[in-house]
């Protein structure tokens, strides 16, 4: 079945470049995603790329995509303590599957 | 505001409780998606809507669990006898269910079940 995978952790400085990676299955995905969710809220979309691209920038986000080996990746510039939450990786085919999160923690 | 909206946002209950939640999606929206969240975990599909149309329900998705969507507008899922598992954020969202479909989520409704 479908499967995603995330490291659950990741802490950087502010004002370093956080990646956050995401491994999947389903190579019959047709966009994956980018969310965010802070404490006690929703998920929040950041960013989507669709499975023909490699590459989506948008201001401090940068998503790409691995094809091949089924690897997906968010950059973000410049990460401030607002970045502080958990991200989310989600791919879609006929339904969405989402990963189990990677709580970034942004130290001052 | 004309985001996603979900009440209550939480709610404790006794073992053996039925107890009922209610979302509504964004007004243009004809997709409207049921997901529980524990914690450490991502959201797990429960059951989706296009329209009024229950059009597919996962197998987390026991006998005690209900949902429906009358008019094509907000939504209601209910949990029968409740028990201490079904502690857990239960979490709407809705998209237009074109193109590349979109989700919005909304707050979520944190169920305790004492």
């Known amino acids: 079945g479908e499967d995603v995978e995330q490291s659950l952790f990741l802490s950087v400085r502010e004002g370093d470049s956080s990646v956050i990676n995401c491994t999947y299955t389903d190579s019959s995905s047709t966009y994956l995603y980018w969310y965010k969710q802070e404490p006690g809220a929703g998920l929040q979309l950041l960013t989507y790329?669709?499975?023909?691209?490699d590459m989506k920038q948008d201001q401090r986000l940068t998503v790409l995509l691995n094809k091949k080996d089924k690897h997906l990746s968010l950059r973000i510039a410049d990460t401030q303590t607002g970045d502080s939450a958990i991200y989310f990786c989600?791919?879609?085919?006929?339904?969405?599957?989402f990963g189990p999160g990677t709580r970034l923690s942004v130290l001052p | 505001d004309t985001g996603v909206s979900q009440n209550p946002r939480h709610k404790i209950t006794k073992r053996g409780q039925n107890v009922t939640f209610r979302c509504d999606p964004i007004?243009?929206?004809?997709?409207l998606y049921w997901y529980r969240q524990t914690l450490g975990q991502g959201p797990e599909f429960l059951t989706y809507?296009?329209?009024?149309?229950?059009?597919?329900k996962s197998r987390l998705l026991s006998d005690r669990f209900s949902a429906e969507r009358p008019k094509g507008s907000f939504s209601t899922l209910e949990i029968q006898r409740t028990e201490q598992g079904d502690s857990a954020m239960y979490l709407c969202a809705s998209s237009l269910g074109q193109g590349h479909e979109k989700l919005f989520f909304g707050s979520g409704t944190q169920l305790s079940v004492l």
């Open positions: 989600a791919e879609k085919y006929q339904n969405f599957v």
């Open positions: 007004s243009e929206h004809n997709r």
């Open positions: 790329i669709f499975s023909n691209m």
């Open positions: 809507f296009q329209n009024e149309a229950q059009l597919e």
